[in-house]
């Protein structure tokens, strides 16, 4: 069935840092594959998403790109914030549901 | 504005005792859905609804029921909570039949003693 994995966390970083978040998935065909964040004590929201090979998605100056051959779909920003300070859950959308990673906790210092 | 309320958001019960956790959307959406996340798990799906009167298992539906009489409301049903149902729960609704782009509600701590 269709799985997804994402590095383990926590990630702690400093403010400005570059952040790479791996995420890899298994699945039938090309699902669509999605980056959710959930900031603490909120439910998830959606950050971005891609649906077909080599698209990039984009939010909040977050990237992520649709990787057919390596079947990847990494998040990363070039210069964190403080307010990045979240949980971020890869997934990707099968038959009627979405499939999340484990999610990665991320934090950011001043 | 546009939300997914859950109530309630903290629970503590005994086994046993059946509870309901609510959930209300105000998008006219036809697609909800109900997850649970657990740590090192992510979140895995309980069940879905793709309209009203219909709905179906996802991954992880045992010791849960769910109902959908109207479109806005889809309440998750626990009739015999046991332990290993301590969780955080999750309710979604989409725009979109096939779930995609999901909104999420603030989620439902419970904790079965």
């Known amino acids: 069935g269709d799985s997804v994995t994402q590095m383990e966390g926590p990630v702690t970083l400093s403010e400005e840092a570059f952040l790479t978040i791996n995420c890899t998935y298994t699945a039938t065909g090309y699902p669509s594959l999605f980056w959710y964040v959930q900031y603490p004590g909120e439910g998830l929201q959606l950050l971005l998403k891609?649906?077909?090979?080599?698209d990039k998605g984009s939010n909040k100056g977050f990237e992520a790109t649709y990787r057919k051959e390596t079947t990847s779909f990494h998040l990363e920003k070039g210069s964190v914030q403080v307010s990045d300070s979240a949980v971020y859950f890869c997934a990707l959308l099968g038959d009627y549901k979405l499939s999340f990673g484990a999610g990665t906790t991320v934090t950011v210092r001043a | 504005e546009a939300q997914v309320t859950q109530n309630p958001r903290y629970l503590i019960t005994v086994t046993g005792k059946k509870l309901t956790v609510t959930c209300s959307q105000n998008m006219n959406h036809e697609y909800m859905s109900w997850y649970r996340q657990d740590p090192g798990l992510g979140l895995r799906q309980i069940y879905y609804s793709m309209n009203v009167e219909v709905t179906d298992k996802g991954d992880v539906p045992e010791g849960y029921k769910v109902s959908r009489k109207e479109k806005r409301n889809f309440p998750l049903i626990l009739e015999s909570p046991s332990p290993n149902q301590t969780s955080l729960y999750f309710c979604a609704s989409s725009p979109f039949r096939d779930g995609t782009e999901a909104f999420f509600g603030q989620g439902t701590r419970l904790t079965v003693v």
């Open positions: 891609a649906t077909k090979a080599d």
